[in-house]
Structures are given as structure tokens and as C-alpha cells.
């Protein structure tokens, strides 16, 4: 009896061990499925990720590309914006006359509207030395009076006229004779330079340049221009003002248009 007790009980505890042993099994395969799919999806997501970075790089690359070929676009635009302005036409003196008539009746019309008197006394000076007379640009010097010293080679730019725009005295408006009985009276005898002056200047490179001034400060034909010495070394008397390209557009069109009948 004992011995069958004893064996029973052996079988029991056999039993019980193969059971512990399934159970320790079954939750080691758990746990590696588990952990596959972790290291799966870890490696997934890795994946995306880096897919992701890919994709951001890629797309931070086409933008810098679109970003630097959009600005030496803009950069080869400015640049023949620039090399087409400073090109200048050579004009002889009877075309330049009949350029600066035609812009002068129609600014005529354009200072009518404005209630305002408009002048080709534009430059003008009294004694003087033997050199060049020029103004300063943003395009650099434009010659308004060659004397030779440096010479008309010397420039890029040159005046084929200009014309001024005040308000006169008198209350005249449109197309005016601005000039008085003598050069030493100047713009005093009619010019009321208590209100706005301008005066443009009409370069040979297609681009109209305007000097504003008046508006309490005396004004005269030389304003805004200046003399190269005798040698035409250096600048005797350089301008006080400088010209800037003007905003007028409407004014840069029609030199425009008046230069084109000549090229």
C-alpha cells in the first residue's frame, strides 16, 4: 500500500513539473512574439522616420534650388535692367533739339493739367572757366556742356536737354518764357521758388533724371550742375545737389519713345 502511494505521488509531481515546464515555455514564446513585434515596429517606425527626413531634405533641397535660381533670375533681370540704361544713343544737335522740343510741348500739356509753367531754361551759367559742365547721377556723370575739358569721350552719359517746371509769378501755366531781360536777374524775375521747382534733366541713355528743389531755396539755372577746371583734371566747382532718376514714369516712356525714332 505504501508503495503504491508513493508511486502515485511520484507521478503527481511529474505531472505537475511538465506542466510548469509548458507554462515557462508558452510565456517565453509570448514574450519573443512580443518582442518582434516590438523590434518590428521600432524598425517600422524607424523607417517612416527616416523616410520622412528623406522626403523633408528633399524638399528643403528643391526649395533652396527654386530659392537661388528665383534670385539669379532676379539678379540677371537687374543687371540688364542696369546695362540697357547706362547704353546711350549718339544723337547729333539738330535731333537732340527736336527731342528736346517734343518733350517740352508735351510737358507743356502735363504742367497745364498740374496748374504749374514748364521751361527748357533748364541750365544755363554766365562767366566761366573752359571746362565741362556736368551733372551727378545714381548712373554716374552726364555732360550737359562740352567745352572739351575732359571731353564728350570722357562721359557715358550726355544731355540731349531738359526743361523745368515752377510756378510762375505771373500765374502763367503750361509752356513758358522763363527767361527775364538779363541772365543776372535768372529765375528771380518769374520763378516763385517758395513752392515746388523741378527740373529734368534728359539723358542720352534713355532715362530721365529730376532735381526737386525750391520750396523756400533759391533757385537759379545752375543748380544742380557743376564745372570741371580748365584742364579738365579735376572738378572745379562740383554740383551742390545731385539729379536722381525720376519717378515720373510717364515721363520715362515718352523720352523713351522720342529716342526710338532715332535707334
Known sequence: MKKIAVFL????????????QSTK??????????????????????KETSETAS?????????????????????QSSTQTEAAKNTSIVLDDNQKTQITNAFLTWTGQRAEIGNMAVSDWYFDHGAAGKGDWYAN???????????????????????????????????????QELFADSFATNYS???DWSKPVSKYLLGDNGVVYELKTGNGTPVSTNT??????DQGTQMEYPPTM???VSEDS???????ELINVYQ
Not at 505521488?9 to 510548469?20: D, E, I, K, T
Not at 522626403?55 to 539678379?75: L, Y
Not at 510717364?250 to 523713351?256: I, R
Open 9 to 20: 505521488l511520484g507521478v503527481c509531481s511529474l505531472v505537475l513539473l511538465v506542466g510548469c
Open 25 to 46: 515555455k508558452e510565456q517565453q514564446t509570448d514574450t519573443k512574439a512580443k518582442d518582434s513585434i516590438t523590434v518590428k515596429s521600432t524598425s517600422s517606425n524607424s
Open 55 to 75: 522626403t523633408s531634405t528633399s524638399n528643403s533641397s528643391t526649395s533652396s534650388v527654386s530659392s537661388e535660381s528665383s534670385t539669379s533670375i532676379e539678379s
Open 137 to 175: 547721377t545714381p548712373d554716374g556723370q552726364v555732360q550737359v556742356q562740352n567745352n572739351g575739358y575732359p571731353g564728350f569721350g570722357s562721359f557715358a552719359i550726355h544731355a540731349i536737354g531738359g526743361c523745368v517746371f515752377y510756378t510762375a509769378k505771373d500765374g502763367g501755366i503750361g509752356k
Open 189 to 191: 524775375a518769374k520763378m
Open 224 to 229: 544742380g550742375f557743376g564745372e570741371y577746371n
Open 242 to 244: 545731385d539729379f536722381q
Open 250 to 256: 510717364a515721363a520715362q516712356v515718352k523720352l523713351q
